[in-house]
């Protein structure tokens, strides 16, 4: 079993940054992929940032040239830095980790990020 544990969330201004942290730990072989995804309320499950192992990395065009996803492979760690914040970067962000053929796909249990204007 996955263990995630998120850190980081909280509540700025528009214009202002916040750096979101998930950490991994438990029975991992070894991880894929790892990524955040937010979810507003009344609206579905988006795509913030994925990193692959490979080293392959994809961002929602909302956050494209504003959010930088990075990871720590000894720390089984994956980053988000969250630069010049709109209100709608509001929701909940959830970290995501999966092995490689699908041996485990963990969400933690979410953190709020709240961008007032």
């Known amino acids: 079993q996955v263990q995630l544990v998120e850190s980081g969330g909280g509540l700025v201004q528009a214009g202002e940054s916040l750096r979101l942290s998930c950490a991994a730990s438990?029975?991992?072989?070894?991880?894929?992929?790892m990524g955040w995804y937010r979810q507003a309320p009344g609206k579905q499950r988006e795509l913030v940032a994925t990193?692959?192992?490979?080293?392959?990395?994809n961002y929602g065009d909302s956050v494209k040239g504003r959010f930088t996803i990075s990871r720590d492979n000894a720390k089984n760690t994956v980053y988000l830095q969250m630069n010049s914040l709109k209100p709608e970067d509001t929701a909940v962000y959830y970290c995501?980790?999966?092995?490689?053929?699908?041996?485990?796909?963990?969400w933690g249990q979410g953190t709020q990020v709240t961008v007032s204007s």
């Open positions: 990193f692959t192992s490979g080293g392959w990395i």
């Open positions: 995501n980790v999966r092995g490689f053929s699908g041996q485990f796909n963990a």
């Open positions: 438990g029975r991992i072989s070894s991880i894929n992929v």
